[in-house]
Nanobody, 120 residues
Framework: QVQLVESGGGLVQPGGSLRLSCAAS????????MGWYRQAPGKERELVAT???????NYADSVKGRFAISRDNAKNTVYLEMNSLKPEDTAVYYC??????????????WGQGTQVTVSS
């Protein structure tokens, strides 16, 4: 089994910055893609950014130029640097990871979510 633990959410004013972290632990042989998603009240969960094991990144158009995803493979951790935050970025942010276990199978895991609120 694998656990993903997120941290770094909170309340920030428009134009401010936050950095989210998500650390994976458990039966991990390697991690393929990792990503961040978000879900605002009354809306479906949407992709924010993903990063492959080779550090190729992909972003939603709404966050391009403002957010940056990165990972530390030695720590099994993915980060999301969020700058120039807007009220419409308010949501619960979830990380996920495509994990290969020591016994060869792969599974996708999700974190519990961290609240990001952008408000003055």
């Amino acid at each position: 089994q694998v656990q993903l633990v997120e941290s770094g959410g909170g309340l920030v004013q428009p134009g401010g910055s936050l950095r989210l972290s998500c650390a994976a632990s458990g039966n991990i042989f390697s991690i393929n893609a990792m990503g961040w998603y978000r879900q605002a009240p009354g809306k479906e969960r949407e992709l924010v950014a993903t990063i492959t094991s080779g550090s190729t990144t992909n972003y939603a158009d709404s966050v391009k130029g403002r957010f940056a995803i990165s990972r530390d493979n030695a720590k099994n951790t993915v980060y999301l640097e969020m700058n120039s935050l807007k009220p419409e970025d308010t949501a619960v942010y979830y990380c996920n990871a495509d994990v290969r276990h020591s016994y060869g199978t792969t599974s996708v895991y999700w974190g519990q979510g961290t609240q990001v609120t952008v408000s003055s």
